[in-house]
């Protein structure tokens, strides 16, 4: 089974979509302890992302994207840990 590599047998990872407010802290959420709890389980990894801090990160220049992030209390992009993971 191993030499296929079934889509089924595949890693997963899971992303959290959080709001900004609870991206700097996200073990504050409830929602996701569940999900890293879940990954767990299944030997899986979470990524913790903001959907809107993205969106908002497309329109900056590299020097104002790293500002941006810090401001959020951030290091780097949901993005760039979901690429780092995969």
């Known amino acids: 089974m191993k030499k296929w590599f079934f ?3 595949k890693p997963t990872i899971y992303a959290a979509n959080v709001d900004e407010a609870t991206l700097a802290d996200p ?3 409830p929602h996701v302890d ?3 709890k879940l990954a767990a389980s299944e030997n899986a990894e979470v990524v913790v992302i903001c959907a ?3 969106a908002d990160l497309v329109a900056l220049d590299e020097s104002e ?3 941006y992030l810090e401001s959020h ?3 780097s992009s949901g993005v760039d840990q979901m690429i780092r993971s995969a």
């Open 65 to 67: 994207r790293a500002e």
């Open 7 to 9: 889509l089924t047998s």
């Open 52 to 54: 809107k801090l993205e």
């Open 73 to 75: 209390g951030v290091s």
């Open 27 to 29: 073990s504050s959420n």
């Open 34 to 36: 569940a999900v890293r």
